[in-house]
């Protein structure tokens, strides 16, 4: 490679053997999970950051209930409907 002794080769094929054995996948419910965060966080700026009524329907409808009803479900009772990618994008710089 070139490289001067006080460099040493790190990066080795081994190391990159969480993109198989379903990485993959698990990076998608990374993603997901951000789709439901930005698009969370838009409903407080679309009301205001620190309007205690979208605090009081986020706290009611996901923090309290956890996982004791279809999550969907209980994003919908806090958005009043289904997560859009649109502010996801805008974040992202993609809209």
């Not at 790190?10 to 993959?24: D, E, K």
């Not at 205690?52 to 706290?59: G, I, L, M, V, W």
């Not at 859009?84 to 996801?88: C, D, F, G, N």
């Given at each position: 490679?070139?490289?001067?002794?006080?460099i040493?080769l790190?990066?080795?094929?081994?190391?990159?053997?969480?993109?198989?054995?379903?990485?993959?996948a698990?990076?998608?419910?990374?993603?997901?999970?951000?789709v439901?965060?930005t698009?969370?966080?838009e409903?407080?700026?679309?009301?205001?950051?620190?309007d205690?009524?979208?605090?009081?329907?986020?706290?009611k409808?996901?923090?309290?209930k956890?996982?004791t009803?279809?999550?969907?479900?209980?994003?919908?009772?806090?958005?009043?409907a289904?997560p859009?990618?649109?502010?996801?994008l805008?974040?992202r710089g993609?809209k």
């Open positions: 490679l070139g490289l001067i002794p006080e040493a790190r990066y080795r094929a081994t190391y990159f053997s969480h993109i198989i054995g379903g990485y993959a698990g990076y998608y419910s990374y993603l997901w999970a951000e439901l965060d698009d969370a966080f409903a407080f700026k679309e009301h205001g950051v620190f205690k009524n979208t605090a009081d329907s986020f706290r409808n996901i923090l309290e956890g996982g009803e279809d999550p969907m479900t209980l994003y919908r009772g806090f958005r009043g289904d859009s990618l649109e502010p996801l805008k974040n993609l």
